[in-house]
């Protein structure tokens, strides 16, 4: 959960490298405590950084047994927390596409509500919409079945 240390200024949550975490990571990094090399770098790394990686903290705390380690809230007393963005994302290609084309229907509909006065409306033929042609369409069924049956 805990073993994959950060580099330093990574991406996500970090903490202001407080004399308390100055002296907690140099005692982790020089102590003869059971902790693995990676960490030990890890530790060794984040004492030059002005901001400190939480989960590589949280990592090397972690590491280090109940005895030797200070408690988290004691050790992050009085530090300040700075959440950093993460890198923006790449759009693809096909995303690239449907945004213009959506960007385009957009335009296209801010420009007909904004000449709706001025341009005549397009009517629609819609088939049966008057009574001539529903008509027209019953006498045209009539002499398809005459001339079918006689």
Same mark, same amino acid.
């Given at each position: 959960?805990?073993?994959?240390?950060?580099?330093?200024?990574?991406?996500?949550?970090?903490?202001?490298?407080?004399?308390?975490?100055?002296?907690?990571?140099?005692?982790? /990094?020089?102590?003869?405590?059971?902790?693995?090399?990676?960490?030990?770098?890890?530790?060794?790394?984040?004492?030059?950084?002005?901001?400190? /990686?939480?989960? /590589?903290?949280?990592?090397?705390?972690?590491?280090?047994?109940? /005895?030797?380690?200070?408690?988290?809230?004691?050790?992050?007393?009085?530090?300040?927390?700075?959440?950093?963005?993460?890198?923006?994302?790449?759009?693809?290609?096909?995303?690239?596409?449907?945004?213009?084309?959506?960007?385009?229907?957009?335009?296209?509909?801010?420009?007909?509500?904004?000449?709706?006065?001025?341009?005549?409306?397009?009517?629609?033929?819609?088939?049966?919409?008057?009574?001539?042609?529903?008509?027209?369409?019953?006498?045209?069924?009539?002499?398809?079945?005459?001339?079918?049956?006689?």
């Amino acid at each position: 959960m805990f073993d994959d240390p950060q580099p330093p200024n990574a991406v996500g949550l970090n903490v202001d490298n407080t004399e308390a975490i100055r002296s907690f990571l140099i005692s982790a /990094s020089t102590g003869v405590h059971s902790l693995p090399d990676n960490l030990r770098d890890v530790s060794s790394a984040l004492l030059q950084e002005s901001y400190v /990686s939480y989960r /590589s903290l949280r990592s090397i705390w972690h590491a280090l047994p109940p /005895s030797d380690r200070p408690a988290l809230r004691h050790l992050l007393k009085g530090a300040d927390f700075v959440f950093s963005s993460p890198k923006p994302r790449e759009k693809s290609e096909e995303l690239k596409a449907r945004l213009r084309k959506l960007a385009e229907l957009s335009e296209r509909r801010e420009y007909q509500e904004l000449v709706k006065d001025i341009v005549p409306k397009k009517q629609a033929v819609e088939p049966f919409s008057s009574y001539k042609d529903q008509i027209g369409f019953g006498m045209d069924i009539k002499e398809f079945y005459y001339v079918l049956f006689f």
